[in-house]
């Protein structure tokens, strides 16, 4: 007999629901009783241990040596340890099945109206944004040159009794966003190009969810690591790629701080109005370019959403999930998503546009580059050039009634880009499906951190000018 036999003491007994397979007691028992399991148990889906006590001298040493507090117990005690039925403890389960949730709106909180301009970098005015928005939950990973809008959120967040988390990856940061969007809370991240890349799959989830989140992408050099000079590496990602499957998502492009401020705060209502994320796209100049920014007139007291799957009683039997396991059912799905695309479509196209309203020579771009076509502009209105510039806020949906008003009276079309055409093709592709007529396409591009320059816009449309 061992020295620790004791005869009259209990011999364990297991709960196999509540035994998670960890294999403790295998190792702690001296006599060989207990073996890995081979079954998966129905009730919990893990594979609990298996007990064979003919040679158990109840040393105790296994029970002992459980961290489950009601896996391996002293069977003495075995009473005490059988399942309990839940009504004991939370009264009658609801008989109805459906969803009982309360939809709680959100509430503007006026602003006041002599608050002083800040003059601040974009990713600043970017995350200032989404605080006014009311985003109190953000998840994030550094990468240049996004990573001070996260930095201004990590210091401010604690004391608005918000949550920054640094996530261990990308991959983690877009599914914390899933879980919190998920909840119906207002959810954030600052990135760049491939971190946004890390993202995919996990937007991908969030849009075939249904979940609301803000991506604030400031763009860098690619393909690969690149570098982080200012780009439009991700046009083509954000408009055409943002996951596997029928996958679309509003992209604002702003094109100065002050746009920062607004477009992200605008991000979250068009995140919340249509359940889907939103993609705020900026380029590494606007990320780090300072400028003047006058706040709103006011700030969002968020509300919450009768979908959501919030921890409180009313939300408790709502359930959100991508997965549609029936191919028809999928098919259905889909077909709900594309009617929501096609709203979004036809009412959140945005644009701006500077001397546009004669413009013979009509420059179009979003973004950093934007800012140099204007000079552009202004330089060749001086020379007598009627040029105007055509600003795509929404790059997608692609702001074509807006275009399409002004292309009958131009006679020349150029894009102007920091990428070898990925805005170009939204164009074209956005002019095909409309069957609009319009002059030929010319273009200004740079790539890999290098941005368009107003003398070079202007030579470029000089030298055609001159050629009439
Ligand atoms: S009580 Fe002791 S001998 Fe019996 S199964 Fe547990 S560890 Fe093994
Ligand atoms: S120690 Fe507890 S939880 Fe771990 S395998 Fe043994 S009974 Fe299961």
Known sequence: MSPRARPDAPHPHLTSAYCKGCGRCVDACPKHCIEPGT?????????????????????????????????????????????????????????????????????????????????????YASAIGALLAGCRHFFGYPITPSTEGAELMAKV?????????????????????????GAGLRTMTFTSSPGLSLMLEGVSYMIGAEVPGVIVNIMRGGPGLGNIGPAQSDIRLVCRGLGHGNTHAIVLAPANPQEMLDLTMLAFDLAFAYRNPVVVLGDGYL???????????????????????????????????????????????????????????????????????????????????????????QRLRAQGVKAGLFRPVTLWPFPMDALAALLPQARRLMVVEASLGQLEDELRLALSHAGVAHPPIEHVQHTGGVLPQPDEIVQAVLRQEGAR
Not at 46 to 74: I, N, Q, R, S
Not at 157 to 166: D, Y
Not at 297 to 309: F, I, N, R
């Open 39 to 123: 079954a998966i148990d129905p009730l919990s889906g893990l594979v609990p241990v298996t007990l064979d006590l003919e040679a158990c001298t109840a040393c105790g040493l296994c029970y002992e040596a459980c961290p489950e507090p009601f896996g391996l117990h002293p069977d003495d005690e075995q009473h005490a340890w059988e399942l309990s039925d839940p009504k004991e403890h939370f009264g009658p389960r609801r008989e109805s099945s459906a969803p009982v949730a309360v939809d709680r709106p959100s509430r503007l909180i006026p602003l006041p109206s002599d608050l002083a301009p800040l003059i601040i970098k974009g990713t």
């Open 157 to 181: 967040l604690p004391g608005l009794e918000g949550v920054f988390v640094q996530a261990c990856s990308e991959v983690a940061t877009i599914n914390h966003m899933y879980g919190c969007g």
């Open 287 to 377: 990320g780090q370019v300072t400028g003047k920014v006058a706040l709103p007139d006011h700030l969002v007291e968020p509300g919450l959403p009768a979908w959501a799957v919030y921890g409180d009683r009313e939300h408790r039997r709502n359930l959100i999930s991508s997965i549609e396991l029936g191919e028809a059912d999928l098919e259905a799905r889909n077909l709900e998503l594309q009617a929501k695309y096609d709203r979004m479509t036809a009412n959140e196209q945005r644009s701006d546009s500077f001397r546009c309203e004669d413009a013979e020579v009509l420059l179009l771009a979003a973004n950093t580059p934007a800012r140099m076509a204007k000079a552009a502009v």
